[in-house]
């Protein structure tokens, strides 16, 4: 059943930590070494997210142009972003893929020692549209045993991203306390699975470097900077009645070159200029909601 309605006129006036407007979560999408790859036992090679737009699919062989933007992400990339968000001791949430982890023990082991989230995000990064209901069960199941062996954090929340009509079920069996698989709201919300109250934290595809691998999409870092700062602008304004969140979204592979980079940085160095800004993960940000806006049965 699908909720088209949503808070409507009468949204939450919620007041965030420290009486904050806005809350603002950025995230770090970690999935290289883990895409689709005949090295892998795939059927063709991945072309999702790989810097160009309409970028066609090698069947049956290496593609080595799209391994090597991908690895990109996983050896420069991702410190590039990294280290933006340690040079301002902000927190992040980290989308993890359990593959990509293990296939980078040194990143695993920083994550280890950082105050950033890290959300489960599949055990490979694949369509998971089409695979059956017990094989995506284990792969999540698969995903949260990785994340906690890697880092010794165990995730409470979870995006697959290309999900299928079974992740969110599996997620809440799975005991997390949160999805991400959503981009319906600006606020969290409660919805039934099964009769069981679960709570989704939306997440962005407007406010997503991946749009610098679509057309139309993002032509430079100042694109992204600008759309970014009117979006902060026009949710800090409504904040003084009605405080909303907003995440931006990012992958190394992306958003970690250099020119690209540049646009976070100086966002970050943007939102600072403000009062009452709430800068978390969403991990506190469903923690937060859980314990200040419960879940309530509708009469």
Not at 201 to 214: E, L, R
Request: aromatic content about 14%; overall charge negative; charged content about 25%.
């Amino acid at each position: 059943m699908r909720d088209i309605i949503g808070y409507s006129t009468f949204p939450p006036t919620t007041r965030w930590p420290q009486d904050s407007k806005i809350a603002i979560n950025f995230v770090v999408n970690y999935e290289e070494g883990s895409e689709a790859n005949v090295l892998d036992g795939d059927e063709a090679s991945e072309t999702y997210l790989a810097e160009i737009a309409g970028l066609t699919s090698s069947i049956g062989t290496r593609n080595f142009f799209t391994e090597s933007i991908f690895e990109y992400g996983s050896r420069a990339g991702i410190w590039r972003l990294l280290n933006i968000f340690t040079d301002f001791d902000l927190p992040i949430s980290i989308f993890a893929t359990g593959l990509a982890l293990e296939r980078n023990p040194d990143l695993a082991n920083v994550l280890a020692q950082k105050k950033h989230e890290i959300v489960g995000h599949g055990y490979r990064w694949v369509n998971y549209a089409n695979v059956s209901k017990e094989a995506e069960r284990q792969d999540i199941l698969r995903t949260l045993n990785s994340i906690e062996a890697c880092t010794g954090k165990r995730p409470i929340g979870w995006y697959t991203g290309r999900c299928s009509k079974n992740t969110r079920s599996l997620v809440v069996e799975a005991g997390l306390l949160y999805d991400s698989d959503n981009y319906s709201d600006d606020l969290p919300f409660w919805t039934l699975v099964e009769e069981k109250p679960h709570l989704v934290v939306p997440y962005t595809f407007d406010n997503n470097d991946a749009k610098f691998s679509m057309n139309p999409g993002w032509m430079s870092g100042d694109d992204f900077f600008h759309y970014l700062c009117a979006g902060f602008d026009c949710l800090y304004r409504e904040g003084e009645r009605y405080p909303k969140m907003m995440t931006i979204a990012m992958h190394g592979r992306l958003c970690g070159r250099p020119g690209r980079a540049e646009s976070i940085r100086r966002f970050i160095e943007y939102i600072q200029k403000y009062q009452n800004v709430w800068i978390c993960t969403r991990g506190e940000i469903a923690e937060y909601w859980l314990k200040n806006h419960p879940y309530k049965k509708k009469t």
